[in-house]
């Protein structure tokens, strides 16, 4: 799908071509995002960008456990939250967790080709 938008856009002109086969957007970040994220790079600090826990941001995980929705478990902790980078590492990891061999799934189409892989 991904090299057949590259080609309808070089066929159709890049204006009359929407590619969202791989969730690529067609616009340009907003000026405030870029700046916001180059000013998340400068502000890190030493290992800043260094390999996380396997278990994710703890940071992260523990302002998921103060959320509101969080308050509706009791008990709830950071303890009880994985974070992970993008959803296709999601999926995977629930696929994995939830489904056993032999198991039947239904993926409505169209969708993330990964999908088979994840299964």
Do not use: W
């Amino acid at each position: 799908m991904f090299e057949t938008g590259a080609r309808l856009k070089a066929e159709h002109g890049p204006e009359n071509v929407y590619d969202f086969s791989l969730g690529n957007s067609s616009l340009d970040p907003p000026i405030e995002l870029k700046q916001a994220l180059k000013a998340a790079v400068d502000e890190t600090g030493a290992m800043g960008h260094a390999y996380i826990f396997n278990t994710g941001n703890p940071n992260e995980r523990k302002a998921a456990a103060d959320s509101p929705a969080a308050e509706l478990v009791k008990g709830t902790s950071d303890n009880n939250f994985v974070t992970v980078c993008g959803a296709g590492g999601v999926l995977n990891i629930i696929l994995k967790t939830l489904l056993i061999p032999d198991d039947e799934v239904i993926i409505p189409t169209p969708y993330f080709v990964e999908y088979n892989f994840y299964l």
